[in-house]
């Protein structure tokens, strides 16, 4: 039963934040390549599913309260974006969607797919590429976390 709890707290956690919950996790628990590889890409799958689909209500908020602050402010929002040209879109500007997938572990699937959700269109797109870097970080964070705990074993 204990095992069990182990296996869905790692899942669960790297629905949120796969490299850095999960693999922490994966690290405490000893877990071998394979169980530390399926329990973090599961996990990564569903959280990019879930917080796909929670994303849009979060949007329609999100662009409901944008709308009146700027509508508030004159609606200087073009002048500012130019001028500024925030750090968010120059980042998808210049990676784009395969940039943001691959960066989602790292940051957290929530944001993730809320960004994606906001500068991207096309479900499909967006899932597929999402998917196969939850799948690659997965492959490199079982591996790390094994090397890890193989270069130090008297912690692990």
């Not at 690290?27 to 959280?47: E, H, P, R, T, V």
Request: proline residues 3%.
């Amino acid at each position: 039963m204990e095992e069990w709890i182990e296996i869905i707290s790692v899942v669960a956690l790297s629905a949120i934040k796969q490299l850095v919950g999960g693999g922490a996790l994966v690290l405490l628990y000893g877990f071998s390549f394979k169980l530390a590889f399926w329990c973090m890409a599961i996990g990564g799958i569903i959280g990019i599913t879930v917080f796909y689909y929670l994303a849009e209500p979060v949007l329609d908020v999100w662009m409901k309260i944008e709308a009146k602050i700027f509508k508030k402010r004159n609606n200087k929002r073009d002048e500012d974006l130019v001028k500024q040209g925030g750090i968010v879109e120059k980042t998808i500007d210049k990676f784009g969607l395969v940039g943001l997938a691959m960066l989602s572990p790292v940051l957290s699937y929530p944001l993730a797919m809320f960004l994606a959700r906001r500068f991207f269109n096309g479900k499909a797109k967006i899932l597929i590429a999402m998917y196969i870097s939850s799948i690659c970080w997965a492959v490199i964070g079982a591996e790390f976390m094994a090397l890890i705990a193989k270069a130090f074993p008297a912690v692990f």
